[in-house]
C-alpha cells in the first residue's frame, strides 16, 4: 500500500493538537474531533501510532482511531 501523508510528529496544547504533516503544519481543534482526546492526559495524548499508509493514527490507551483526512479538514 503507498502512503498517503507522512505524519512527522504530533503535538499538544490544552485546546489543540499540531500536526505536523508532509513538511507543513496543521492547527485542529480538539474538541471538535475527539471527546477522548479532549479528555486525555498528556502520557495518553502523547502515546499514539501511525498507521503504515499513513491514512490513520491510533491512541491506544484510550481506544481512539482518527483519520488523517478527517484531521485535515477540521484544520484551521
Known amino acids: 500500500m503507498i502512503a498517503t501523508h507522512k505524519v512527522d510528529e504530533i503535538t499538544f496544547d490544552q485546546n489543540f ?7 507543513k503544519t ?4 480538539i474538541e ?3 471527546s477522548k ?4 492526559d498528556e ?7 501511525i498507521s503504515p499508509s499513513g491514512y490513520g493514527i491510533h491512541w491506544p490507551l484510550i481506544d481512539e ?3 488523517v483526512d478527517l484531521l485535515l ?3 484551521i
Open 37 to 40: 482526546l479532549k479528555a486525555a
Open 73 to 75: 479538514k477540521a484544520a
Open 65 to 67: 482511531d482518527l483519520s
Open 26 to 29: 496543521f492547527k485542529v481543534a
Open 43 to 49: 502520557i495518553q495524548r502523547n502515546f499514539y501510532k
Open 17 to 23: 493538537m499540531y500536526l505536523y504533516l508532509n513538511g
Open 32 to 34: 471538535p474531533v475527539s
